[in-house]
């Protein structure tokens, strides 16, 4: 039995997390669960998985739930995710938080050559060279909870397979794929918000919605399977059945296909390289199908180049677009700015910077506060 630590329990990828364990409970214990505020349903969650470890943002919940919970050891902040990595007695480490919090837990997690499975983003797109170093150095495995780069490391078979040529990064197209510019300007957070094919937080929904997720998929593709960007490919596949491709040196191509559902991704990550059956999905049926592939329409989402074209220029390039695009998401969901804002404020913000070449964590960190504390 693996002994697994959650950090974003109570999110969207840890509650699906969680749903597989309880499906494989004979092969995992929950060691322990980290989560933001939403202290109601981690007192669900610590009910139901009993760990022996928690962690929450702040002091005062911290000291409410240990006059509750006598058993549990309770932590706080970033340094409680930090005393968790530090924890001997776990094989992985779910990282299913948003943000860069849980950077450093990582890294020592790796040190601790523990397995990291990783639906967290920002620790490959702003630190991904740090990273993957690191994770090299402890011969650690960083495994995908992420529909695209599940797929592609189950097309591999291994991740790193020489007759591997180009990998092709599937994309729905989000809900204005086919909307004009006019309208887009026109569109407010509820449609944005209403993604033809998957369910997941508001965030990661307005990304879909101006391609940016598909860059940033594209960057943590170059850093998890070690590809150059000229040979990760974007592709529109508006039924999200093929979830993504790869192409190898004899022009054969590799598909996973499936239901849009995360608790695929999330399984294959913790029982990797093993399958178990596990949460029955409605399946589709093989029959029928259209399966569409059309290339992306760089003109109509400049984000999408944009956000790929930092990634190739690499330092704090991808930090600072990724801090200006989250600034600007939360801005337009709170109605402050319209649609096609959000780009005009990534571009100026991207267009601004100086880059540095080889940061440190802290250089990044610090390019990321400065950009946040600027755009408010």
């Known amino acids: 039995?693996?002994?697994?630590?959650?950090?974003?329990?109570?999110?969207?990828?840890?509650?699906?997390?969680?749903?597989?364990?309880?499906?494989?409970?004979?092969?995992?214990?929950v060691l322990a669960l980290a989560c933001g505020a939403n202290i109601q349903l981690l007192k669900k969650q610590i009910e139901k998985f009993n760990p022996k470890f928690v962690c929450v943002s702040n002091e005062k919940d911290a000291l409410e739930l240990q006059k509750e919970y006598k058993n549990i050891n309770f932590l706080f902040g970033s340094n409680g995710l930090l005393e968790l990595a530090k924890l001997d007695e776990y094989d992985t480490l779910v990282?299913?938080?948003?943000?860069?919090?849980?950077?450093?837990?990582?890294?020592?997690?790796?040190?601790?050559?523990?397995t990291i499975a990783l639906a967290n983003k920002e620790t490959l797109v702003m630190a991904g060279d740090i990273v993957m170093k690191k994770a090299r150095e402890n011969n650690v495995s960083?495994?995908?909870?992420?529909?695209?780069?599940?797929?592609?490391?189950?097309?591999?078979?291994?991740?790193?397979n020489p007759n591997a040529q180009r990998l092709w990064i599937t994309a729905s197209g989000g809900p204005f794929r086919n909307n004009s510019r006019d309208e887009m300007e026109t569109f407010g957070a509820n449609e944005a918000l209403k993604h033809p094919r998957w369910m997941m937080g508001k965030k990661i929904t307005i990304d879909c919605a101006t391609l940016v997720n598909k860059g940033l998929?594209?960057?943590?593709?170059?850093?998890?399977?070690?590809?150059?960007?000229?040979?990760?490919?974007?592709?529109?596949?508006?039924?999200?059945?093929?979830h993504s491709l790869v192409e190898f040196v004899d022009g054969s191509f590799l598909a996973q296909m499936g239901v849009?559902?995360?608790?695929?991704?999330?399984?294959?990550?913790?029982?990797?390289?093993e399958r178990y059956q596990g949460i029955k999905t409605n399946s589709f049926s093989i029959f029928n199908q259209k399966l569409e592939f059309l290339e992306p329409d760089y003109e109509k989402f400049?984000?999408?180049?944009?956000?790929?074209?930092c990634g190739k220029q690499g330092g704090v390039m991808p930090a600072v677009l990724n801090a200006a695009n989250e600034v600007a998401v939360?801005?337009?969901?709170?109605?402050?700015?319209?649609f096609l804002d959000i780009e005009k404020i990534v571009f100026d913000e991207v267009g601004?910077?100086?880059?540095?070449?080889?940061p440190t964590l802290e250089e990044i960190f610090e390019v990321d506060r400065l950009i946040r504390e600027k755009l408010g």
């Open 302 to 309: 400049p984000l999408l180049k944009l956000t790929i074209d």
């Open 352 to 358: 601004k910077a100086n880059n540095i070449a080889n």
């Open 142 to 160: 960083i495994l995908p909870i992420d529909s695209e780069h599940s797929a592609i490391l189950q097309c591999l078979n291994k991740i790193d």
């Open 95 to 114: 990282v299913a938080t948003s943000g860069i919090v849980s950077v450093k837990a990582v890294l020592t997690a790796i040190e601790k050559k523990k």
């Open 217 to 242: 998929e594209v960057i943590e593709a170059h850093h998890l399977y070690n590809f150059n960007y000229e040979n990760i490919k974007v592709v529109i596949h508006p039924q999200s059945i093929v």
């Open 1 to 29: 039995m693996k002994n697994i630590i959650i950090l974003g329990s109570t999110g969207s990828i840890g509650v699906q997390t969680l749903e597989v364990v309880e499906k494989l409970d004979d092969k995992f214990s």
């Open 260 to 273: 849009p559902s995360m608790h695929i991704p999330i399984q294959y990550a913790l029982t990797y390289p």
């Open 330 to 338: 939360y801005k337009f969901i709170n109605n402050e700015i319209k």
